[in-house]
Each structure stands twice: as C-alpha cells, then as structure tokens.
C-alpha cells in the first residue's frame, strides 16, 4: 500500500538518516538524555557495587554481625542474600551471606546491610578470614539482592514456620524484623536448634522482635541440665506443638538438618508445595551427601582448565568443589549461590567423571545432556579437563 508514492516510501530511510545527521551537527555537547525507567532499573539493580565495613559486633564466640554502608543500597527482600567479593592472597574469591539486616534499614540518610559471619567446620576459609582480617572502613565488592527464600502472598500461607539451624538464623531476623515493622502481614514462628545457648546467633535482635506476630522457640539438642525450654531434635512433635495447621514451612541450616526435617514433616503429612529450602545450607562436605563415594576422602586429581586457547593443570581435592579449587591457585570464577542453584559459575566437562548432589543439582536438563555442571556444587572423581569462561 503506498503512503506517499512509491519512490517516495522507497527513499524515506535514507532522508531520515540524512536529517539525524544533520540535527545531531545542530546539537550541543551537553548530555540532555533522561531516561527515568532506566535511572531507576540501575538504582533498583546496580549489579556489583562497592560497600564499606562500618561496624563489627560479636553475636556468639564464634561469630560476628558485618554492618556495611554504600551512599545507596539497593532493593531486596526479607530473606535474600548478598555476595561478598574479596582477596585473600593471589586469590578473588566471593561467598554468598544471608541479609539478617531488614529492607527498611537500607533505606534513608544511612542505608546498611548486615550479614552474620561464623567459624565453622569444612572449607570456611574465607569466613575464617574475615573474621581474623577484616577491620572498619574495608571495602569490599557487593551484589546484594540475590536468591528466592522470601515470602509470596500468591504461593505462602499467612503463617509461617521458620525451621532453623545455625547460622540459617540470619534470613529469618530480616524476615521477623519486617514483621514487627510493619512492612510483612504474616504470622512468623521460627523454630531455631542450637547446640547450648552459647550457639544461639542472633538471641538478642531476636527477642527484640518478638511481638503478637512473631514468636521464636528454641530448642538445644546438647547436655544442658539447666535448660528449662526444648530440648533434643527439632522433630515432628515439636513442629507439631507450635506450628500452625496450614502454615509455610521455610528451612534453613545445614544439610544433615535437612535430611532429618524433611522426614519429620511427612510424618505430619505437610504436603511439599508448603516446604522451602533454603540451597545456601549444602554440606561442603561431599562425605555427608548421599551417593558420594566414601572411599574418595583422600584423593587429590589433576583438573585441567581450558581458557580459550590455553591450558593450567592444578590440583583438586575429591572432597572440595571445583569453584574453590580454581579460587585457591588464583583462577577467576564468577559464583552467586554456591549452592548449586543459580548456574554464574557454569563449565564444561570436556573429560572425567564427577559427583553433583542429588539434593542440589540446579542444572537445566540441557547442561545435563551436554556434559555442563556448575563448578560450586560439582566434585572431581577422577583426572577431569573442564573449559571456562575468560
């Protein structure tokens, strides 16, 4: 259909690029682009960004709370978590840390972001570090914002049932700290297993949030003759003497807690629609995992890594994934989760056999078929050649 006659229509591309050109040679140099959605988009979602340690405070013997401010934090939900960035020798490594500060406390004139940080056993190398190194005004690079263990009126049940271990404590602080004000309309129960009361993280933020809304149980499965609350094994019984009929089960701890509650809960028939993992909790240590061969502990393999045309060959250790032993001879992989789950740290197998848990394997059914696994949760069974991304 013609507009404007044939040669016309035919020429009309070309004039308009001859007018673009001409009105860009009328033009200032000044920048008087404005796009607002676009403004917004990068504040909402910077990506990494740089954070500054503002404060350090002990919550147990072993563990510290991490205050961080930036000029602006970014948006995140109750529940999310960040990715640390820092050197540690030859080495950029990065860690996922549950947010235990509140979304509202990232917002005013001093926006912060809090993360707990604790001693632990397995590869915790670089918790130990921070722990030992790291002092006020260090900077380090963020992404903040990350992961699904949050809240979603469409899916959840306004009652929610926190199941705790550990360290897992931290999401559920941010979570009940937005419950006292005001901003998250459930009814919250954490359920939080500790060892003795020395072990309870977080205890005092805790009780500060206990209101007609959130109620925290503790239970301690040590020697505690003077313990007069719950005690032993977070179990049915106890689940079922304070979790409401039709709440949301949200978990969180390592993984041998996982493997006993998810057997609890089907003892009282909570069906799986209403149970949330959170994947941070992965064992670092394969030998807990299920199908793991044992007689791997020891074992150390040749892994060699292709990047682009040239090839390192170093040392992986059966019982560490690959993502750290890359991180330990200074090899730059990018990861997010370290759980398997969000698939940054993606390679290729080109050669040799591995071990993925069955409980945190996140691959989609393509990488499956061709031989690509994601570095975080993947543990050499053999010599293994992989490529990586430059």
């Not at 005013?108 to 604790?118: A, D, L, S």
């Not at 271990?165 to 006292?180: C, D, E, H, T, Y």
């Not at 993280?201 to 301690?220: A, H």
Request: hydrophobic share 35%; net charge positive; charged share 25%.
């Amino acid at each position: 259909m013609k507009i404007k006659g044939l040669i016309k229509d035919i020429t009309g591309a070309n004039r308009v690029t001859q007018e673009r050109k001409v009105a860009i040679q009328k033009a200032t140099g000044e920048d008087l682009y404005d796009d607002p959605i676009r403004l917004t988009a990068r504040k909402l979602h910077p990506g990494r960004m740089t954070i500054e340690l503002m404060q350090l405070r002990n919550t147990t013997r072993d563990a510290k709370i991490f205050r961080f401010g930036a000029k602006n934090i970014p948006y995140f939900e109750a529940g999310q978590y960040l990715v640390l960035t820092t050197k540690i020798g030859n080495s950029i490594v990065s860690r996922p840390y549950s947010i235990c500060s509140a979304p509202y406390e990232a917002l005013g004139t001093h926006p912060i972001v809090e993360i707990v940080v604790k001693r632990g056993r397995g590869s915790t190398f670089v918790s130990d570090y921070l722990l030992t190194n790291a002092k006020m005004k260090d900077l380090f690079i963020a992404e903040i914002g990350l992961g699904n263990f949050t809240y979603n009126e469409l899916r959840d049940s306004k009652n929610v049932v926190g199941i705790v271990g550990g360290s897992g404590i931290s999401p559920f602080l941010s979570v009940a700290k937005a419950v006292k004000h005001g901003d998250l309309n459930i009814n919250l129960t954490i359920i939080y297993g500790s060892i003795t009361p020395d072990d309870i993280l977080l205890k005092e933020e805790l009780e500060k949030c206990i209101c007609d809304k959130v109620k925290v149980i503790y239970v301690l499965s040590g020697n505690n003759p003077t313990w007069t609350g719950e005690k032993g094994f977070i179990d049915a019984e106890i689940i079922s003497k304070y979790a409401p009929r039709d709440a949301t089960y949200f978990v969180c701890g390592p993984q041998i807690m996982y493997n006993f509650v998810k057997e609890e809960l089907k003892k009282i028939r909570v069906p799986e629609r209403r149970i949330r993992f959170e994947l941070f909790g992965m064992s670092r240590n394969p030998l807990e995992l299920p199908g793991f061969d044992q007689s791997m502990k020891d074992k150390v393999f040749k892994l060699t890594v292709v990047r682009g045309l040239s090839e390192t060959v170093i040392d992986a250790i059966a019982t560490e994934p690959l993502s750290s032993a890359l991180e330990r001879v200074g090899i730059k992989i990018h990861t997010n989760c370290r759980s398997g789950a969000c698939g940054v740290c993606r390679v290729k197998v080109l050669e040799g056999t591995y071990y993925v848990s069955p409980h945190n394997d996140g691959r989609r059914k393509a990488d499956i078929d061709f031989n690509y696994v994601h570095s975080c949760s993947t543990y050499p069974t053999s010599d293994m050649k992989i490529k990586i991304n430059i």
